[in-house]
């Protein structure tokens, strides 16, 4: 009984290893051979996703040798960085240049005239005032960057009048310090029931150039290797100013182009604002304190006391310049609640915090239920995650350009505050939603990789700014984590939807009802 047992399971076996090697391996040799499939060594299509996966990407990447030079040369040479764009009409770009030109000098004119009533006003009085000649040039590089903006983003990517304006805003002579647009709505008031301690909210100012450029500066309140303390709310935290140069090298690495071009720079707070302002009350707020340092606060009830002041040493103090976008006169943008607001309060929570549905009602609504809105709305959940910004109540447009058109990426001032610590509801709009854009997606890929690995194209991104170093090792290194993490997110997403579902081609409605226009 057991030899005829033996017999049977070798006889099984054997036919089973037959059918193996005569019938079920030469199928798949065929299959193989008819799919047409490449080698590893063979780069492939990348703007194919055949899964979620970094498959795609590993193709391309190691297919372009690692020969020790700039990552970051090698990120921008890469063909996810030079897709072709369709060419822009007239009605694409943002100003066109008589339109420009025309505001322009009417603004001069206006100017010139303005501080010749002031001089005169101030010789009556005996006030000195520095004063600098003022020439507008039509073809300074903060002129090329307005009229460079499109529907499509801030400036093209390979437009050499972004990388001088950053250059330029170094050693630009300050002709006029005055308070910022919105510190000027409050004049003097603030309301202080939401708040526990004074954030440096309106400690900033707006600079006028000799050639007539115009920048916002916020001031250093922060110590590089300071993290914000875990008991401090986010909306009273303070505002970094290398959280926003930063801010605009990641937006840039992340292909974005959303930010505004941003600078660091060591200012005179005597000779590039007290001495050129002519406003009275920021005058005021000036001392000098007890070391001999020239300081000034912010005009605002919770704010005017003078252990919330900022100084130089002793005059100079670092900062961050942002180049102003085109007037709202002449390029008019409107400000819209992010869906995904948070409180502001102590103890009070938002739908979108208890309700895991939430995506779907937003879905439903106006302008998030068609076009390209809400995907823009992932993408600036994305980019405000990885430098954990919680900070953003708000988002603007330019209004020409409609539903269509990119979310600006202003006032990220409150980035980079805790290296520690990844804020992932921040990610709500991709987790709830569970959408991304092909691109966005396939950029954060590469950037995942050890050849064009996030934080090494940060760091050296970062390098060419004046103030280097603007991040720690330890805000460098959480932007590598928080990608990883990102990635994980989406790979949730795409197990439980599918990737058809989670993986959106970017939509172009333009371009779409432009060539319905033609036809």
């Known amino acids: 009984m057991r030899r005829d047992r033996l017999l049977l399971a070798a006889s099984l076996i054997v036919i089973f290893s037959a059918d193996i090697y005569f019938i079920l391996l030469p199928k798949l040799r065929s299959t193989g051979e008819g799919s047409g ?23 391309i990447t190691l ?9 970051l040369d090698r990120l921008f040479a890469h063909p996810l960085y030079n897709t072709q764009t369709p060419v822009l009409g007239p009605e694409e770009s943002l100003l066109h240049l008589e339109q420009l030109m025309d505001y322009y000098r009417k603004k ?41 903006i499109s529907r499509n983003a801030l400036y093209s990517r390979q437009d ?8 330029d805003m170094r050693d630009m002579t300050v002709v006029n310090a005055d308070y910022t647009q919105d510190g000027k709505s409050l004049k003097g008031a603030c309301d202080c029931s939401q708040v526990v301690k004074p954030s440096g909210h309106h400690l900033k100012l707006a600079l006028k150039m000799q050639n007539f450029a115009k920048a916002m500066f916020k001031p250093m309140r922060q110590q590089r290797e300071d993290e914000t ?41 005597t000779g590039e604002v007290l001495q050129v302002t002519r406003n009275d009350e920021l005058r005021a707020v000036f001392f000098t304190s007890p070391a001999n340092n020239t300081c000034f606060f912010a005009k605002c009830l919770y704010m005017c006391k003078t252990e919330y002041a900022v100084c130089g040493t002793p005059d100079l103090l670092e900062g961050s310049l942002s180049a102003y976008l085109p007037g709202l006169s002449i390029a008019p943008r409107i400000s819209i609640p992010n869906p995904w607001i948070r409180s502001y309060s102590f103890t009070r929570q938002e739908e979108w915090e208890v309700n895991p549905l939430y995506c779907d009602t937003i879905k439903q609504l106006y302008p998030y239920n068609s076009g390209n809105r809400l995907l823009n709305i992932i993408d600036m959940s994305i980019f405000d995650f990885l430098m954990g910004n919680m900070d953003r109540h708000h988002y603007e447009v330019f209004t020409k350009f409609g539903d269509e058109g990119f979310l600006l990426h202003l006032d990220n001032a409150r980035g980079f505050g805790k290296h520690s610590q990844d804020e992932m509801s921040i990610l709500a709009p991709l987790s709830q939603c569970c959408m991304i854009k092909r691109s966005t997606l396939l950029r954060l890929q ?16 970062l390098q060419k700014d004046p103030l280097q170093p603007i991040l720690t090792e330890a805000h460098l290194s959480a932007l590598d984590r928080r990608l990883h993490k990102l990635l994980r997110v989406v790979q949730r997403c795409v197990r439980r939807l599918g990737k058809d579902q989670v993986i959106t081609n970017d939509f172009k409605p333009r371009a779409e009802a432009l060539s319905k226009k033609s036809k």
């Open 229 to 269: 303390p875990e008991d401090v709310f986010y909306f009273v935290d303070v505002q970094r100013h290398n959280a926003e140069i930063a801010a605009f090298h990641l937006d840039r690495i992340l292909d974005f182009r959303r930010v505004p071009p941003v600078a660091g720079r060591w200012l005179n707070l």
């Open 108 to 148: 001069v004119s206006r100017w010139e005239r303005h501080m010749k009533l002031y001089n005169e006003a101030a010789a009556a009085s005996n006030i000195t005032v520095m004063e600098h000649e003022v020439a507008f040039d039509p073809d300074a590089n903060w002129v090329k960057f307005h009229l460079g």
């Open 37 to 59: 499939r490449s080698c590893s060594c063979q780069p492939s299509n990348f703007s194919q996703l055949s899964d979620w996966t970094l498959t795609p990407l590993q193709d």
């Open 160 to 167: 050499p009048a972004i990388t001088q304006l950053l250059w």
């Open 63 to 71: 297919s372009q040798p690692d020969n020790g030079g700039s990552k």
């Open 446 to 461: 590469l950037l995942a990789q050890a050849h064009f690995r996030l934080s090494d194209v940060m760091r050296e991104s």
